[in-house]
């Protein structure tokens, strides 16, 4: 770790009052203030040109001469894949940085475990299928192209890339195929930085106009915390699956509720649909989410079911924007509609969830688990908000009838 510390030092990072360490736990090493930081401080800086991006690499003699043997343009994650494929521990000239980073990943694809698609709840079944394909397709072309390259050395650094970069906006450059975008670097020091969404103190910015790369303290941070950043808002299955890891108590956790599972459990719950109220939804095209977080249902979920509560006339001729996109407060009576009809829709969803864990294998049921965890928590502030809005209704209404008498009282009085 000196000798990377040196290296970042000669290379114009700044850092003071930062150590980086192995925090106790399974989680590799982190970066820890050794000084307090006041809120708005930057933590790390560093030359821009110092981001290992797709432009830095290939335009490095080593890349450049490889490219050019080669007839089509690559994507910003097979440079970068390709590069920590080829750089050598010793020879490199990021042999210090290379020689701390991890030499294994605990994340499915590089322990070698290949789930049942069916096995995998919603929120994480796209990501899997995604990152496998992007593995395999990657690992195939650069071992085409150079065919000094084997499979688990492009596997780690695949892993080294997709676990520690950094959303970036890259220039463009001629030799980049930046069809689907460069939006990718890997930062030396900086992605050193764990993840925690609810303690993270870090934001990292590019900071074009002076030319570098910095992390700063998003609030005061004390000496001897340990610094961390926000990699997302990924539920448990995402973090490993991505990244490796699980956080015990993930906010994170969402329950993705597809279209037509949203509509069998709105017929359930004795909402009758029709083919307008379907091609409204459509149109409308928000995400039915259930996040872990004691909000209740989110808003597009209540917007989905008012959909499917409307009547035809208020559907005919667009009609039913005014009323959906409208800042007004929602009627007291269609509110409390939409809630009754949630409550028995999100317990029915709970049920469907609970029987699907039952069949699930060991390695995937933990993941079902957290999503039952989940509707769980939507139900219960669903309810305690159920049960708030009564109270409040029942108060306005003893306040009515307060004053009414007050009134029958001055009038029999005059
Ligand atoms: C950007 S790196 C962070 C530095 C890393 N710990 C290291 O030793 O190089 C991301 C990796 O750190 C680990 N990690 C990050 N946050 C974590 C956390 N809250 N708990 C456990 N592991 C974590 C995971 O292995 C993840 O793939």
Redesign the pocket.
């Known amino acids: 770790m000196e000798e990377f510390i040196k290296w970042c030092k000669a290379r114009g990072y700044k850092f003071d009052g930062l150590e980086i360490t192995c925090p106790p736990?399974?989680?590799?090493?982190?970066i820890y203030a050794t000084t307090g930081f006041r809120t708005g401080k930057p933590i790390i800086t560093l030359p821009e040109h110092d981001m290992i991006n797709s432009a830095l690499v290939v335009d490095l003699p080593f890349y450049k001469k490889k490219l050019a043997k080669i007839n089509e343009k690559m994507k910003p994650m097979e440079i970068l894949t390709m590069f920590f494929s080829f750089e050598d521990f010793e020879q490199s000239a990021w042999s210090p940085y290379l020689k701390?980073?991890?030499k294994t990943?605990?994340t499915p694809a590089f322990k070698g475990i290949d789930y049942d698609v069916n096995t995998l709840p919603l929120s994480i079944r796209k990501y899997w299928i995604d990152q496998k394909k992007e593995i395999s397709e990657i690992s195939e072309k650069l071992r085409h192209l150079f065919p000094e390259l084997t499979h688990d050395k492009i596997l780690w650094a695949w892993h080294v890339v997709n676990?520690?970069c950094i959303f970036v906006e890259n220039e463009e450059h001629d030799n980049v195929d930046n069809s689907d975008g460069d939006t990718i670097a890997v930062i030396p020091y900086v992605?050193?930085?764990?993840?925690?969404p609810e303690k993270y103190q870090g934001v990292a910015l590019h900071e074009k106009r002076n030319g570098r790369y910095v992390v700063q303290a998003k609030r005061q941070i004390q000496e001897g915390e340990q610094i961390?950043v926000c990699y997302g808002a990924h539920d448990n299955a995402r973090l490993l699956v991505e990244?490796?890891?699980t956080?015990p108590q993930n906010l994170g956790a969402k329950v993705l509720i597809p279209q037509e599972v949203l509509l069998t459990l709105a017929k359930i719950a004795g909402i009758k649909l029709t083919r307008e109220h379907e091609m409204v939804l459509e149109e409308v095209g928000l995400p039915s989410h259930l996040y872990a977080t004691d909000e209740g249902p989110s808003w597009s979920l209540r917007t989905n079911v008012r959909v499917m509560l409307l009547e035809h006339w208020q559907m005919a001729n667009g009609r039913w924007k005014k009323i959906i996109y409208s800042h007004d407060p929602i009627d007291d009576e269609v509110d409390q509609k939409i809630d009754e009809k949630l409550e028995i829709m999100l317990k029915e969803l709970r049920n469907g969830v609970v029987e699907k864990t039952k069949k699930m294998p060991n390695e995937t049921k933990w993941m079902w688990e957290e999503q039952v965890k989940v509707c769980d928590v939507a139900i219960e502030s669903l309810e305690k908000s159920i049960k708030e809005k009564e109270e409040e209704r029942k108060e306005e209404e003893r306040r009515a009838e307060e004053s009414k008498a007050t009134e029958e009282v001055e009038k029999s009085e005059e």
């Open positions: 736990g399974n989680c590799g090493n982190g701390v980073l991890p990943f605990d676990t520690r992605d050193m930085l764990n993840h925690d961390f990244y490796g890891f956080l």
